[in-house]
């Protein structure tokens, strides 16, 4: 659906839609037993959710695309990826929660190595330790420009972002990175007229930097790309009407949510840091976006019975959900993530839609073979929210 | 998936994809039986392959949409064959695997009958046998035009190419097939300044063959429809970073390989034919698109029986293709052709993907009704490739 219908028919409710987040959930058969994660998973609370749930699987972006953990959270969130797609640099700051304005132009920063001609040797620096690179940029925010901020923010190896923060900044300018090796480090150049300031402040900026690494081998140069603001989307508590909170630990999966307009709530690492964020923020939300990273951590592993042990933490807890009485709780992810491929794939993902309206459904357990009965089918992920929305009663009647 | 998208993502990778297109494979009940000509065929390969495949069926169009052999293939090369359409002219000249060139123009053209006040009285020349139609065809390349290149070819009965090749040619030129009885063939007229000089020379060209023509009753006359060029799409290699090989013995099927870029590999009838091509080329090339034509020839003629062991003569030859390899086999067809429907139709087609990273699947036979239980649905036939892609390990991650 896109948001410009949803914005027409959504309207206020006193109903609470749950989307429960299993990073990574879906997986495939282990070779050697021929079971998937879930169906190697003691899941009865879950299994029993799905006999009383409507029950399908989700495409992410689009048939045989493996998506990031970008793209696959927005589809979740309403938003078609294919659509809203984040400019490198937001999403680099994104990613560390770091809360850009609307004006700021952020950059994806990485140090690498140049040779005594300038010529870079190693693009990453050695893939330097976090901790080196956290102290390296500390000294890079002694740089200051004339009439704007800099913020300089470490991320992780060799990686950091770089923010301008002030008056008649622009995206409209090119990498310094010329993304080979045996190359100098380039000069940005303005793309049109509006660029020029930012690119003769970003140039000084990285000529200031040169000197200041030039003894600090292996990182002993940078590489700027992805000039790029915030991107300036419809929010969700605009569209759907709907006061929206995010409950997730990790940086990332915040910065999504306030991307798309969510409170992000304050959340410890643990599922009952999750569920106590809930239970104390219940009456303040009506959507709730509660993310699960630890299958995906699994599953990018390869750790198969890890991933098999995270889903049953989850499914503990399962009942603590419910017992909030939401009118919607999902559980799905935002991709597959199977550990036999220690990475994110493009298989449909598990995803259950449990509410008092539900069709009658043949699915009998949640997993993905039994799935594959579910009244859902497979569908685009992207309508997952809108589905939520009917089931809560918060979308008005199309047409008369 | 847009090709614009799937060339974002492409990415080269040593793996093989072979799309084993068995023309018309779709079908319908026997009404004497209650069983489709895939049910009545004894086809024990093609059902364990079923069952260690992900199943579903392909929609070539749309719903409700019967497909030409032209939309029906492109369909599953990845172009979206509502956007990817050929002009009348051009695709006649793919049916018998006429190498347009860029600037070419080429016409369908039809030998009709004429009265002697020169208004049509049949408009297929009584459908004329194809020996004579090819050997009129032979005086009317005697016609020449001044600075043009003139190409005429009999294609099949009444019907016929024209092809004009030179400088300044344009396709902004109108019919002069009038499309009824009774009426005289027309002058054609240019649609824009472009195709002043195209209309002035079809017209000198049609003056002299009506001249020629004048004695050969009941092909006195002809008509000319459908002006176009050879469409100027991106190419497979291009867009899917794959070499991309067809062995197909039909030229309609070598044409329409050809317009996407595809090597046109040189192969006889028969399917051992086709596997010696497929294992003599099988280094050369990462993709195969491998047609079948006579489950179709045996639908369209109605032959129920003659569909069934045509499909069984597939079914013996499986394990052929399974032991050279592949990353990912494809069985599936362009569009149905039920036996008892003598045609082609817009039934949905049997589609089955086996790959080492397919997901269970709940379909154990490779006919209508079992595949109903597959994991992938009916799906539009233009995502069978990206489906490939994904599986193949030649998708990027979308998103980070």
Known sequence: MELELARQLAKTNDTKIVLLVLDGLGGLPNPETGRTELEAAWTPHLDRMARQSNCGFTVPVGMGITPGSGPGHLALFGYDPLVYQIGRGALEATGIDFDLLPSDIAARGNFCTVGEDGLIIDRRAGRIETERSA????????????????????VREHRFVLVLRGEGLSDAVTDTDPQVLGAKPLLTEATNAEGELTATLVNQWASEAAVYLADRAPANMLVLRGFARAPDWPAMPEVFKMRTASIAHYPMYRGLAKLVGMTALDVGPTIEDTLATLKANWSSFDFFFVHYKYADTAGE???????????????????SFLELEPDVLIVTGDHSTPATMAAHSWHPVPFILWSKFGRTDLCEAFNETSLQTGVLGTFPAKEALPLAMGHAGRFRKFGA
């Open 301 to 319: 592993d390869g750790d198969f019975d890890t991933k098999v042990s995270k889903i049953e933490e989850v499914d503990a807890h399962i009942d």
């Open 135 to 154: 102290e390296i940029v500390k000294g890079l925010r002694e740089i200051k420009l004339p009439g704007v901020e800099v913020f300089v923010e470490p």
